[in-house]
């Protein structure tokens, strides 16, 4: 059982807005995206994310920081027994698919016991046991949902099926990322007290050509020589559609255009930008334009590479 704190790298003073940092950094250098090939990554992903999800439910964390639970949300035995074997931790939902699904709260209980209350018979420190506590709530839930990189940007709303076989729709928030949590109120387990929590993890995925820069979407066009030296009206894809671009004549590869809140939504309300850069694609055996070249008599005006020294 970790301690979250020190899983997250954060003092146990932390803020929540800290905490959050921290996990960011964290779930960016271990997602499975990036480390296909490194099993022991995606593990510390998983640790990594409990830690966040304890630390982030103020309840939980209130009840770690008391020595009621463990790191992995688990009552704190006391006197040795009730270890990791039995009951708690995880089972899988229904039709074998998955989910967490914490132990029973026997907080109360425990606190009951060492309350060291004088009302009540016997059993000495025990006395507590005449207290009536709440009921707990079940177990949270946890799911793992993939969002296409159109949809993230868009904020699409993303259909999800819970534990039960119900379906609700998910209305994706501004400054969305990959590893971003949603938490579904009372979406988790049945309990006495109430129903436990669905906690969503986003997995944005990698597009075939759009690429993520902070808030910013990058794209390489490709355009043509025609198109460079004399300056066109040319089509371009967004993550909401195409729509026209206007590359000015003279233009080479490698400049950059830019198309106003085609990026993602940020939090304050406004979007990032999409970054066309221009890749100019020219024509492999093309005997025109060969010669063209040839018998252009300023073809070597100028060091396009003085900038760089040589």
Do not use: C
Request: no cysteine; net charge positive.
């Amino acid at each position: 059982m970790a301690d979250p704190y020190a899983t997250l790298g954060v003092a146990r003073t932390a803020s929540e807005a800290e905490i959050k940092k921290a996990y960011r950094k964290l779930a960016k250098e271990l997602h499975p995206d990036r480390n296909k090939d490194n099993p022991k990554a995606s593990e510390r992903f998983s640790t990594v994310t409990n830690a966040y999800d304890l630390l982030t439910d103020k309840d939980k964390r209130a009840r770690f920081d008391r020595g009621e639970i463990d790191g992995d949300g688990n009552p704190a035995a006391p006197f040795g027994f009730g270890g990791g074997g039995g009951q708690g931790g995880f089972r899988p939902g229904p039709g074998g698919s998955p989910f967490e699904a914490e132990g029973p709260d026997l907080s109360d209980i425990f606190e009951g016991m060492f309350s060291g209350g004088n009302r009540g018979g016997g059993f000495g420190g025990f006395g507590g046991f005449g207290r009536k506590q709440p009921p707990p709530k079940g177990a949270n839930v946890a799911y793992r949902l993939n969002v296409s990189f159109t949809d993230a940007a868009t904020l699409s709303p993303q259909r999800i099926t819970l534990a039960d076989g119900k379906t609700i729709d998910l209305k994706l928030p501004a400054g969305l990322e990959s590893g971003a949590q949603m938490r579904l109120a009372g979406k988790g387990q049945p309990g006495p007290g109430g129903a436990g929590d669905g906690i969503v993890t986003i997995n944005i995925q990698p597009h075939r050509f759009f690429t993520r820069d902070g808030d910013d979407v990058r794209l390489d066009l490709p355009i043509s020589l025609s198109e460079a030296v004399l300056g066109a009206s040319v089509r371009v894809p967004t993550v909401e559609g195409a729509v026209m671009l206007t590359v000015p004549a003279g233009s080479t590869s490698g400049k950059v255009l830019r198309l106003r809140g085609r990026g993602f939504h940020k939090k304050d309300g406004s979007r990032g930008d999409q970054m066309v850069t221009l890749m100019v694609d020219l024509p492999v055996g093309d005997d025109a334009l060969v010669e063209f070249v040839r018998g252009w008599k300023d073809r070597d005006k100028g060091n396009p590479r003085g900038n760089l020294g040589v």
